[in-house]
């Protein structure tokens, strides 16, 4: 039977290019193995992504994922990228269960969402996007216990920098990460936002605290840096400045919700 690797590979690398502007930047500080490696990981995690946020029915893109869910843990036969995906897992050495909790929080995408509070939304950062920091350890050669905190943190800290940068877009997908308890302390009900009835002004003082809130997780982020290996700890730490400028463009929007990317 043909090796489909190769084609994994590159069409990975495709996708990379085309969604994670940010990261296939900063990924030209890896070596050409951990770049493709990086780009299976990512596109393994975009597709869970999609088959939610495409899926002409809840129950349909809930389907899908407990599909991949099954291949992941070994109980069907994995389509070509889950195969190419278990192969970094299983060369690299990162657990599975970094897999398995992306699907869970990627699954409470399902339908409206309303966040209550900090603790939910910091377990919702972890679930889609700490996750990713614990591949990408085993992508990039980090083998020290203690870092893999500080990889999640950094994730949470991304998580929360898109959150505070689409909050517009996301209530019109019926989505509110902006915890709920903190909105109703400056007078906003979720429904508001979600029906588009917020002044930007009303929130701003909510969005401004998450970016500080942010700041907190990036330096633990900072912390786990030496870690890593010389070369791609480059790319960690360019990935790591964009985003935080994205939160220094917020701030000079006067945290306007509307502004967009």
């Known amino acids: 039977m043909r090796d489909k690797t190769p084609a994994i590979v590159a069409e990975s690398r495709d996708v990379l290019a085309h969604h994670a ?20 990981v ?4 975009r597709t869970i992504d999609d088959l939610v946020d495409e899926a002409a029915h809840p129950r349909i893109g809930r389907q899908a994922v407990e599909a991949i869910r099954s291949m992941v843990e070994g109980r069907t036969a994995p389509t070509p990228l889950v195969e190419a995906f278990l192969r970094v897992a299983d060369r690299t050495g ?14 409470s ?11 939910e939304l910091i377990r919702y950062g972890y ?3 700490g996750t990713v920091g614990l591949m990408m350890c085993g992508v990039i050669g980090v083998s020290e216990d203690w870092a893999l905190s500080h990889a999640i943190d950094l994730g949470i800290a991304m998580q929360i920098t898109n959150i505070c940068r689409d909050v517009a877009e996301d209530a019109g997908r019926g989505r509110v990460y902006l915890p709920a308890a903190r909105l109703r302390l400056a007078g906003v009900e979720p429904d508001d936002l979600r029906d588009g009835r917020v002044d930007p002004a009303t929130i701003a003082p909510v969005v401004e605290d998450l970016l500080h809130l942010a700041d907190e997780y990036y330096r ?8 890593i290996p010389a ?6 730490f360019a990935a790591s400045r964009v985003y935080r400028a994205i939160g220094a463009e917020i701030r000079r ?4 919700i509307t502004s967009g990317r």
Request: with cysteine.
């Open 21 to 40: 502007r940010t990261f296939n930047l900063a990924s030209v500080f890896l070596t050409p193995a951990q770049r493709d490696d990086a780009a299976v």
């Open 42 to 45: 990512y596109a393994f995690c």
């Open 94 to 107: 990162f657990a599975l269960h970094a897999a398995t909790d992306l699907m869970d929080g990627v699954l």
């Open 109 to 119: 995408d399902v339908g409206d969402v309303t966040v209550q509070d900090d603790g």
């Open 127 to 129: 679930s889609v996007a």
């Open 220 to 227: 633990s982020g900072d912390q786990g840096m030496k870690a």
């Open 231 to 236: 070369r791609p700890r480059l790319a960690i």
């Open 253 to 256: 929007n006067q945290f306007d």
